[in-house]
């Protein structure tokens, strides 16, 4: 009993003795169970949490892919509608300057603040009236219908034209046969015309006045273009109002091999080409300022009356 008792009563005793003894193995051992379970433990949370989130960023990306599309459509039909717009080049009429079947990116922002198409610049603008009756007009699929009404693709529906500027309202121009082109009494130094091209021997005209909100434009290919010449008979008198423009081709961009900017000519800022617009603009402000100073003249005598 009493080895029984000394037995049971140093089992007890040895338990804590042996947890006493070697504190460092139960410690490694403890260390080496602890990582180990909680290494498990963190693997296995981590693992968890890993694919839970990758699973949240899965369905979270494929949540917002409609989101961001819808945005990246709004924006180019924003910047189509009131920034650049692509458009494709359907004839030889602008040789050598644009080739048939270029991009070139229209500018449609400065339109919005009033700005007006200036001499010497390459413009797009709405059939004024007839100038493309009869010419065939394509018909794309719907794909090309989306592209187009978003801006990434020119539109093959919309009966635009594409001409240089050579006159704007309050200008006199003309161009008789076998000399060059006139305005305001400037002869135009023309780089831009097709080799081998007149100015305008097909079709001489002139000399009349621009009217206002008005414009007189030509095709660089001048034997080839059915241009502001041809239709002085139509109810705009071959001029295009400039509320017709669209805006003015800055840039070529495709194909990639004829990049190019589209800048205005050095002729159309010789000396005196402006005179007659500028009087034309100063019209109103000559008109009021006899009323203004006979105005301001009754009144002196009024004070010194007084």
């Excluded at 961009?253 to 800022?269: I, M, Q, Y």
Aim: aromatic share 8%; with cysteine; hydrophobic share 35%.
């Amino acid at each position: 009993m009493a080895v029984g008792a000394r037995s049971g009563h140093d089992e007890p005793e040895e338990g804590p003795g042996k947890l006493a003894e070697p504190p460092a193995a139960v410690t490694d051992e403890s260390a080496a169970r602890t990582p180990g379970t909680a290494g498990t433990v963190d693997a296995e949370s981590g693992s968890s949490e890993d694919s839970g989130t990758g699973q949240k960023k899965q369905r979270s990306f494929w949540k917002e892919l409609p989101l961001l599309i819808g945005i990246a459509l709004l924006l180019a039909l924003l910047i189509k509608t009131f920034l650049v717009q692509a458009f494709s080049i359907p004839s030889d009429s602008m040789q050598n300057t644009l080739q048939r079947g270029d991009r070139v990116l229209v500018d449609k922002l400065t339109p919005w603040f009033g700005s007006e198409p200036e001499r010497g610049e390459v413009v797009v603008f709405h059939d004024p009236g007839g100038w493309l009756e009869g010419e065939p007009t394509p018909e794309p699929n719907p794909v090309q219908n989306f592209l187009s009404f978003i801006g990434l693709m020119p539109s093959s529906e919309e009966k635009d034209l594409i001409k240089r500027t050579i006159a704007i309202a309050g200008d006199t121009v003309e161009c008789k046969k076998g000399g060059p082109v006139k305005v305001n009494g400037k002869a135009l130094d023309e780089p831009y015309i097709y080799p081998g091209d007149t100015p305008c021997d097909d079709q001489p005209f002139g000399p009349f006045k621009v009217p206002k909100d008005r414009i007189w434009v030509m095709g660089d290919h001048r034997q080839n273009s059915r241009d502001s010449r041809y239709h002085m008979e139509d109810v705009n008198n071959g001029f295009v109002p400039v509320d017709k423009v669209v805006g003015r081709a800055v840039v070529v961009a495709w194909p990639l091999n004829r990049w190019s900017t589209l800048p205005v000519p050095g002729t159309f800022d010789q000396p005196g080409i402006n005179t007659a617009a500028a009087v034309m603009s100063a019209g109103p402000v000559l008109g009021v300022l006899p009323f203004a100073l006979w105005r301001r003249r009754r009144l002196t005598a009024g004070h010194t009356a007084g």
